[in-house]
């Protein structure tokens, strides 16, 4: 079987359809939000722990936060970043449990610290709140690809303590780069996995943790709860989870205030009642006309009354006191309730037994405690005392239950919102960091909530005043790029590790992983660090018996050839692993496949088919395809070696290349991917609304220059010419939209250039060509031309590959200060061609396949 001959199928867990079904049910439907996303993610973690233990799930968790997203049975959408996030802060699994289901995702699941190789994550370092790892904008295949393995190793080791993110700038890459991802895991990879943001800024999402949460319900009570000198942090929510608002340390005494202003009035009634019925006692005779006044006062007078200590209150606390009854505790007349009214209120609401307090104090009127005229009070001293003594123990138990009611949490709320004209405080998951510090204020700390679709609010966790505090926010992974001025990166987020093949400028304040090599795809360098990690726990589909009568069979054959040796090496080598791997770790074998399949996709766009190969790249590319074939065959095989060569001979690096091209296993494997793209190409050409992908792989060099690139096919040349000038046309008005954004951006070269295929039968008549465009009216626009063509003229390769020189446009402006360009500094005859296109151009036709690499042959002679 031939490595190109593999096919990647769609997977989906088992039982994922009637899990669906379930989940669309009217019943499932009618739970709250909050209940229905903790069973999505609760019945995906129990998915994932049902496979076995060297699983590879990518290509089942994205269908399945696809199918959740379609099926429209959460409030928002579904995908990867929403379960890590469910996993790291409410799955309940310890540490050592989450990577186990990293792992399972990912398809490796290693020693942490092996990852060292990529992330300075040594003695158990985390950074704070989420890692990003990024393409360059706009991302190319070989950008793409390396942030995607990137991705995957940082998912497996938990790089940032919150949330890991994949991030493709301007969504969805165009159908050249995003076909061999979509054959793999389907286009919902672009979707449920990656994120497309154009700046790498934290928002609240990125920060927001459980750390010292405490969430309580409306009938707890403030008492039960401490926030142990601001470290914890109360919200209150009501019974199916929506957040209702926070309960502060500042919030003990503001609220608590206007609580004491009725207590005191309580106890205020308790002492007058206490004083008013001893001096009643005390008389020698006592009618039944002074019992039931007594009576009517106690029970009749309003909180207000001025008998009682309302009287000494501040106006402003009478107006607390009276907005407090009326709004919290729901007393229409406020402060002018009687007290009968409130103690028949608060029983109703309450435990407490004010009723049987009222019913002791009135069984003073019964008739049998008056003398036969009804009018001496004849009960005896010792029946008085015994009965007030039951109604005033009524009365305490009563406020202590009132304290309990008036301290529950729900009505605290009333009091903060309803009293103080206070309203809830909190911020949305995408609040930048400048709104969340403005949010905490003077508070330890900020609840993260976002809306459903009923719009009640659902907590998401909290941020502490102590995650704002550092000058670090998030971190970065870069890969193919080091050059902030490809992203923009805010200067929260630290850089911690970047691998690149270009000339590169760093400057971070954390400890970084940097890789940089001179090759000609990043993916050269991840390939081969991943060599590394992957012979020490993978086994390439092969077993310990394989292995073990593999190399039986080698020992054999007692004179071994270099071949030999370097198959019994590799068996070694996994022989080793299978002992290092043990029953803990794993590196599944399709997903090894995988990745193989990546980078190689990729090594092969961005050397535009080997033809810009150095020795380098060709080892890499070797070990690639013997370890995809040694997976596919399930046994050692070596289809690829450069040993034979000598890498001092240019000529023996043509051959080199040339035998990697014909390769029946190589060949298979780039000639579906070409022919797709060939027709993709002749697509784009023919149609002008698709133009925009001929020059979207543009890059911004040295911040003044955007150099885009379009790499055809030999076959693609006649739709090529037919279609140059409407393509020309777009690319002019593409480049007015680059300089509106950025007025810097004044150069502009556009690289035609033809992907060499050996042996092809097609029309390779024809010149590549590059176009060159200055800003009209700009002197710095023409002296970085005049220095770009000057030391131009020096490279090796001047003036032989350029063909003709042409001045394209009828704008007489331009052409006048065009002309002494090429004259001066190109130093090469010229035409000028009227195209009635009034923007004109340099165009420089070029033999094809002589100029196709922006890296050599355009980006060194830029000024600087």
């Known amino acids: 079987m031939l490595i190109g001959d593999t096919v990647f199928e769609k997977k989906s867990f088992k039982n994922t359809d009637e899990i669906l079904n379930n ?63 469910w996993l790291n802060q409410h799955s ?57 393995i990137g991705w995957l190793d940082a998912f497996s080791c938990k790089v940032g303590q919150t949330l890991t993110v994949w991030n493709v700038p301007q ?54 709860f401490q926030h142990e000198r601001n470290t914890n942090h109360i919200i209150v929510v009501d019974e199916d989870g929506y957040y209702l608002g926070d309960w502060r340390v500042a919030d003990v005494d503001t609220v608590g205030r206007i609580q004491r202003l009725l207590n005191i009035t309580i106890h205020s009634y308790e002492k007058v009642l206490i004083s008013s019925f001893t001096a009643l006692m005390s008389r020698d005779t006592i009618t039944h006309q002074e019992i039931q006044e007594y009576l009517d006062q106690s029970f009749n007078s309003s909180l207000s009354d001025s008998q009682m200590s309302f009287q000494r209150y501040h106006h402003q606390d009478c107006e607390l006191l009276d907005l407090y009854l009326k709004k919290v505790l729901k007393l229409e007349h406020g402060s002018k309730t009687s007290f009968l009214d409130f103690f028949r209120f608060m029983d109703k609401v309450s435990n407490s037994n004010y009723c049987e307090f009222v019913d002791h104090m009135n069984s003073f009127l019964a008739p049998e405690n008056f003398d036969y005229k009804n009018e001496a009070f004849s009960l005896a001293r010792s029946k008085i005392f015994a ?5 005033f ?61 009923k719009q009640r609010l659902i907590p998401v966790g909290v941020i502490h005043r102590s995650d704002m505090v550092s000058d670090s926010l998030g971190s970065v992974t870069l890969r193919d790029f080091c050059n902030l001025d490809e992203i923009k990166i805010a200067p929260s987020v630290r850089t911690i590790s970047a691998i690149d093949h270009h000339r590169s400028e760093m400057n971070s304040r954390e400890c970084m992983t940097v890789t940089i090599a001179d090759v000609q795809s990043v993916n050269v360098i991840i390939a081969e660090q991943a060599f590394t990690i992957n012979d020490r726990y ?52 399709e997903r090894e496949l995988i990745e193989y399949s990546l980078m190689l996709n990729a090594i092969i766009d961005d050397t535009d088919l080997f033809n810009k190969c150095g020795w380098r790249d060709l080892s890499a590319v070797a070990h690639l395809v013997n370890r995809m074939k040694s997976i596919v065959c399930k046994k050692e095989v070596q289809v690829l070696s450069i040993e034979k060569y000598n890498r001092a001979s240019k000529t ?52 003044f220059c955007a150099i885009s690139q379009l790499k055809i096919f030999p076959n693609n040349r006649d739709c090529f010419n037919e279609h140059r000038d409407a393509l020309l046309e777009s690319w002019l008005n593409s480049n007015e939209v680059v300089a509106r954004k950025s007025s810097v951006v004044d150069l502009f070269l556009q690289m035609n250039s033809t992907i060499e295929m050996k042996g092809s039968n097609s029309n390779s008549e024809g010149c590549d060509e590059i176009w060159i465009r200055i800003n009209s009216n700009s002197e710095q626009a023409e002296s970085h031309l005049r220095i770009f063509f000057n030391t131009f003229t020096q490279s090796s390769k001047y003036p032989d590959v350029i063909e003709e020189v042409i001045i394209e446009g009828s704008n007489a402006e331009d052409n006048k200060i065009l002309i002494p360009i090429i004259t001066n500094n190109l130093k090469l005859p010229y035409t000028i061609r009227d195209n009635k296109e009034k923007r004109s151009i340099i165009c420089l036709k070029i033999k094809q396949g002589s100029l196709n690499s922006r890296k050599a042959d355009i980006t060194p002679f830029l000024p600087k």
């Open 538 to 589: 993978g086994c390439q589909n092969q077993s310990l018996h394989s292995i073990e009568d593999q190399m039986a069979e080698l020992h054999k054959n007692k004179s071994l050839n270099s071949e030999g040796f370097s198959l019994l090496n590799r068996l070694i080598q996994k022989k080793q692993a299978v002992y290092r791997s043990g029953v803990k770790y794993f590196i599944n074998p």
């Open 23 to 85: 989940f669309c049910t009217q019943e499932f439907l009618n739970k709250n939000s909050i209940v229905r996303n903790e069973l999505v993610n609760k019945t995906l973690l129990e998915l994932i722990e049902a496979e076995p233990r060297n699983s590879f799930l990518l290509r089942e968790v994205i269908d399945y936060a696809a199918k959740i997203t379609e099926s429209h049975v959460l409030d928002g959408k579904f995908n990867v970043t929403a379960f890590e996030r």
């Open 393 to 453: 123990d009524n009365l305490s138990a009563s406020i202590q239950a009132g304290r309990n009611y008036y301290d529950r949490m729900d009505l605290a709320l009333a009091v903060k919102k309803e009293v103080l004209g206070n309203t809830i405080n909190y911020v949305s998951t995408k609040a930048e960091p400048t709104e969340i510090k403005n949010k905490l204020r003077g508070y330890q700390h900020v609840t993260v909530c976002f809306h459903d679709k």
């Open 171 to 224: 969504g969805e890459p165009s159908p050249l780069i995003s076909h061999f991802f979509n054959k793999i895991f389907t286009p919902n990879v672009f979707s449920r996995v990656a994120k497309h943001k154009s700046l790498i800024s934290p928002v609240a999402m990125d920060i927001v943790n459980q750390h010292k949460l405490i969430r309580v319900t409306g009938n707890s009570n403030i008492r039960d």
């Open 387 to 391: 009965t007030f003594n039951k109604a």
């Open 652 to 703: 023996d690096l043509k051959a080199a290349i040339k035998e990697f091209l014909h390769n029946e296993d190589v060949k298979s494997f780039y000639k579906n991917i070409f022919d797709y793209r060939e027709v993709l190409i002749s697509q784009w050409l023919a149609n002008s609304k698709d133009h925009q992908f001929c020059y979207e792989d543009r890059k911004i060099q040295n911040e």
């Open 92 to 148: 309940g699994l310890n540490e050592a449990e989450q990577f186990v289901i990293r792992g399972k995702i990912s398809g490796k699941h290693i020693p942490r610290d092996e990852y060292q190789l990529y992330f300075p994550i040594g003695h158990d370092k985390y950074y704070p709140n989420s890692h990003y790892i990024t393409a360059h904008n706009p991302p190319d295949l070989d950008s793409t690809t390396g942030s995607f």
